[in-house]
């Protein structure tokens, strides 16, 4: 009795750790030894040679750039910048600063380069290089005079020039050592009056960045003025680092904080992460004899209630009780450092730190660390609509006259304002991504990017709109209105009688809808930007080409409606159905098209008198598939019932051809089945179930040829199915792009052959944990969900953890205590656990899928999450030993090009229910399950693939029970027959295999 009472202590324990910190304490201190650097190199080389350089002799910037051209090494600035008039003399440094993550010891493993601030003497600058580019120049001029310089040395291996945080006005260099250390070299320190950077002044002249006949006006230069007085101020907040210095929590939560940024992906630098920790030290938030996690809470509660306020107003480091008056972050009242970070960066790591607070509120500590940690891989992950467009190289000055005539970045932030105008309420925010992270050669010229990425996140009631009202056609709005959108602007009568500007998109289907957003793109980027259609690319999985058929209307969605109008029209006459003794009550729909998830919508079938077909005739191909679409029907409440199994299923039965007759005489075909009954209505079949609440509790342990199943199995038909699917189709209904999104999903596994391993409602309880996750932003678009759903299936643990679904918050607090200590009983839970309302024990993937067909999933997902949209769907067939080629025709699910037509008027009945390949994929896995598993796509089932669990002579002790297919060895074991296998896979399939190949028959 001892050791049990020692292993309940055990269990007491873990449950106390859900109560307290120390587990996430321990999390972190695991997470920060895993993260951080050994140690920093060593800087006395790079320090000695730079402080030890000689000053030149001074001339003008024209000549000092032809001197440097010669020495091999190219511009380091783009080549639209012109060359100002003014002179130039090299000064070393005064002083070689170790900054960023190096000086602090917070330096992450992954980003081994250490950062050195090179203060530039102040008699590097005259008091009016502030303009015209003149001191970006001469810090280019500054940055090539070092380069042959640093190559004398012979600590140094190679040099390249780098972007830091993408600002094409201020390169650095990127030195590597011969010992491995890489150091980026950051010249910074001029001397100016920042009242003349101000941000409402202007500091480069346009007619001293362009050629004679370019028209600019004089704007406001503010980027160009917040680089410049970011240069200016760069190691004031140097001052109070030595708070973090001296603290070891400090460091340890900065360190973490950082990598939890670099993992979002949200491009706010680490310089940011530590000012705003500073501003928090300062404003008596956050201090030193504070621990880890308390720091990072602290922080995490200001990003998420304060930051984008505080930032609005102006946060100043140095002094908490002031505000800038102006957005941005700065050390003082003039230097910027977040010049070069939109809003919507600052956006992202809101909602990211709005994320943890919610899993530290509600105790969640299982999903903590993989949530901290979790990559931010795509735009797709937080943005619902992608594109890629094409940078063009077009003049637009008053966009680049900031940049100092910089042609992309001038067009960058010109589409920005063109689709932000465009848009309007359809998105709610744009996030424009480039990449200038790459070092290049000093012998190349600098990189540029060739495209940049456009992320929406969209407005769900809004993004589907067909038209835009503009003004009334007497305002003066109405010309500006016209000019904008140029022919696809016209006056419009609506019903209310007003006469206005407004804009018609094609939208007659719901894919026509959802391309809406891309038609906008395409016509104002045209317009406005000269950009034609094919630099334009949306980046999206084509549904048509996906889910789609030649007959359908779009991708499938309106002949799902058909069903569901059909479906309504059969709920409304089985309610009003007399001749049955008790009332239908309520019908509920099951199959997974009336919610819009089946992934192809059943087309209507068609009954030819010539040609019925019941068996597998070699000369004739068997009748097309023809699916049953499920439902089942309550009853007003009797105590009548008979409490024998049998009694019920016969009144049952009687209950049936009662509804049969009285369904014939409205001439609506139908058929009783023991325990169903199919009805045919418009070209569709319904199969009926009745629900009687005492079966199921009749029927445990009583199965027979008159009890088809146990009771158990009845439940989930009749019960679980049925409510979960309420909740679905509320779901469905809630999100536009979640039935799209499971078709996806369900398509993905038919492509890769998993249609007998995996079931359909896995998938949709799948795609709709990802719209109900709190962990992520609800996708509005199902090309963003199904990649999210992709990037789950890779990383969820399914033998570690249940996946909650809690509908409408309908799971007690009992239910959810329970599942904490999921590992306590996990050998009672399926292997893919999914707990949701009247689900609480995952009745529903009871059978499957199975922990290695969650295996093959988790590795497809991880392939398919990498690779590029267009390879999502293909599958990978050389894994297989053995493939069985069926004959099409016989499969029942030959995809013809025309749709059926339905005979209304027709009193036969359509073979319901029949797919050859299906059975006979069961019945080899029921055979031959144990040795191999069979793969096949379900919707396309041209051929079975066979993959052998053991290699083909391994040797095994005899037993009787895996005595099939086994021949003896010489040693007294068994062994596979391969031949035999082989020979009954044909025999099995007679009529419906064509022929078999082997492939490779090495595990």
């Given amino acids: 009795m001892q050791p049990k009472k020692k292993k309940q202590k055990l269990d007491e324990n873990s449950l106390l750790g859900y109560t307290t910190d120390d587990f996430i304490k321990s999390q972190l201190d695991e997470l920060y030894s895993g993260i951080k650097q050994s140690s920093s190199p060593s800087t006395d080389q790079i320090r000695e040679c730079l402080v030890s350089l000689k000053p030149m002799k001074k001339k003008t910037i024209a000549e000092a750039y032809d001197s440097l051209k010669s020495k091999k090494s190219l511009w380091p600035l783009p080549p639209e910048m012109k060359i100002p008039n003014g002179n130039f003399k090299f000064l070393p440094p005064v002083e070689v600063v170790h900054v960023g993550g190096g000086r602090t010891s917070t ?39 070092l380069i042959p310089k640093l190559l004398k040395c012979d600590f140094v291996s190679v040099i390249k020039f780098q972007y830091i945080n993408k600002d094409v006005l201020k390169p650095i260099l990127h030195v590597k050592c011969k010992s491995g250390d890489t150091f980026n070299l950051i010249p910074s320190g001029c001397v100016f009056k920042s009242s003349l950077l101000n941000q409402d002044r202007n500091a480069v002249r346009p007619d001293k960045v362009y050629e ?44 973490i904080l950082k990598f939890w940024c670099e993992r979002k992906g949200s491009g706010v630098s680490g310089h940011m992460i530590t000012s705003i920790l500073l501003h928090l030290n300062l404003s008596g938030l956050v201090s030193s004899e504070m621990d880890t996690l308390t720091v990072c809470k602290q922080f995490w509660n200001f990003l998420s209630s304060n930051l984008v306020s505080a930032i609005s107003t102006g946060i100043i480091v140095g002094d908490p009780t002031k505000t800038a008056g102006q957005p941005g972050l700065y050390t003082d009242t003039c230097a910027n450092l977040c010049y070069n970070t939109d809003m919507v960066s600052l956006k992202e790591l809101v909602h990211h730190s709005r994320v943890i607070n919610q899993l530290l509120e509600s105790r969640d500590h299982n999903n903590f660390i993989s949530v901290l940690t979790e990559k931010v891989s795509s735009l797709f992950d937080l943005y619902d609509v992608v594109y890629k467009v094409q940078i063009a190289d077009i003049s637009l000055p008053e966009s680049s006259l900031q940049y100092c005539g910089v042609k992309f970045r001038g067009f960058i932030d010109h589409i920005k304002d063109i689709l932000c105008k465009a848009y309007g309420d359809r998105v709610k925010e744009i996030k424009i991504e480039y990449d200038l992270s790459e070092p290049w050669s000093r012998k190349s010229s600098p990189t540029r990017p060739e495209f940049v990425l456009i992320g929406l996140s969209i407005d769900q009631s809004n993004w589907t709109r067909v038209v835009d009202r503009g003004p009334s056609a007497d305002t003066v709005d109405a010309k500006t209105f016209k000019e904008f959108w140029g022919d696809k602007s016209n006056l419009r009568r609506f019903q209310d009688g007003s006469i206005v500007q407004a804009v018609v998109w094609n939208g007659k289907s719901a894919q026509e809808r959802r391309s809406i957003l891309t038609q906008i793109t395409e016509h104002v980027l045209n317009r406005h930007a000269g950009l034609s259609a094919d630099l334009i690319q949306e980046l999206k999985l084509e549904s048509g080409d996906i889910v789609g058929r030649d007959y359908y209307e779009g991708d499938g969605e309106e002949q799902a409606q058909k069903i569901i109008k059909t479906f309504s029209e059969l709920s409304k006459i089985l309610r009003k159905c007399s001749k049955i003794p008790l009332t239908i009550t309520s019908v509920l729909g099951v199959s997974p098209v009336l919610r819009n998830t089946d992934l192809f919508p059943q087309a209507e079938y068609q009954v030819e008198r010539a040609r019925k077909q019941t068996g ?28 024998d199994v049998r009694g019920v299923l016969r009144l049952k039965a009687a209950f049936y051809l009662a509804l049969k007759e009285e369904l014939e005489s409205m001439h609506i075909s139908a058929k009783v089945n023991i325990d169903f009954m199919d009805i045919a209505r418009n070209g569709f079949i319904f199969r009926l179930r009745f629900l009687v609440p005492k079966e199921e509790k009749l029927r445990a342990g009583n199965i027979s040829f008159w009890v088809p199943c146990s009771g158990a199995d009845l439940k989930v038909q009749t019960v679980t199915l049925p409510y979960v699917s309420s909740h679905l189709t509320s779901l469905s209904l809630k999100h536009s792009a979640y039935p799209l999104t499971v078709r996806f999903l369900k398509r993905w596994v038919a492509c890769h052959s998993l249609s007998n391993y995996i079931p359909d409602i896995f998938c949709e309880l799948v795609v709709a944990h990802i719209f109900l996750s709190a962990h992520n932003s609800t996708p509005q678009t199902a090309t963003s969900a199904f990649l999210r759903v992709l990037s789950f299936l890779s990383s969820f643990d399914w033998n570690l953890y249940p996946l909650i679904i809690n509908f409408n918050d309908e799971l007690s607090s009992e239910t959810l205590e329970v599942y904490k200590n999921f590992m306590n009983t996990r050998r009672s839970y399926p292997d893919a656990c999914i707990v949701c309302p009247q689900n609480e024990l995952s009745d529903l993937t009871r059978d499957s899928p199975t922990k290695s067909s969650l295996n093959i999933l988790k590795h497809l997902a991880e392939k398919s999450h990498i690779s590029s949209l267009d390879s999502i769907f293909k599958p990978n067939v050389t894994s297989y030993n053995v493939i069985i080629h069926l004959a099409r025709n016989k499969t029942g699910r030959f995809i013809t090009s025309q749709a059926q037509e339905h005979h209304a008027k027709s009193t036969y009945f359509p073979v319901v229910e029949f797919e050859p390949a299906r059975r006979y994929v069961e019945e080899l896995t029921s055979a031959y399950g144990h040795l191999c598993l069979f793969l096949y796509n379900r919707y396309e089932p041209s051929e079975v693939g066979v993959v052998l669990k053991r290699a083909e002579n391994s040797e095994v002790k005899f037993t009787v029970n895996g005595s099939m297919a086994k021949v003896r060895t010489e040693s007294g074991k068994v062994k596979d027959n391969l031949d035999a296998m082989l020979s009954d896979f044909d025999l099995m399939g007679k009529g419906l295999v064509r022929n078999i190949e082997v492939v490779n028959l090495e595990v």
């Fill in 107 to 145: 330096q992450l493993r992954s980003s081994m380069t250490s950062d050195l601030l090179l203060r530039l003497s102040e008699s590097f600058c005259e008091p009016k290089d502030y303009l015209n580019g003149r001191y970006i120049v001469k810090r280019a001029l500054f940055l090539m005079h």
């Fill in 212 to 255: 004679e006949g370019v028209e600019c006006s004089e704007v406001h230069t503010s980027y160009y003025n917040s680089s410049i007085l970011a240069d200016m101020y760069s190691d004031q907040y140097l001052n109070f680092l030595s708070v973090v210095e001296d603290s070891q929590s400090l460091k340890q939560a900065l360190t």
């Fill in 616 to 643: 597998l005739d070699p000369n004739k191909p068997t009748p097309p598939f023809v699916k049953a679409h499920e439902m089942v029907c309550h009853f007003e409440l009797s105590g009548k019932w008979p409490e």
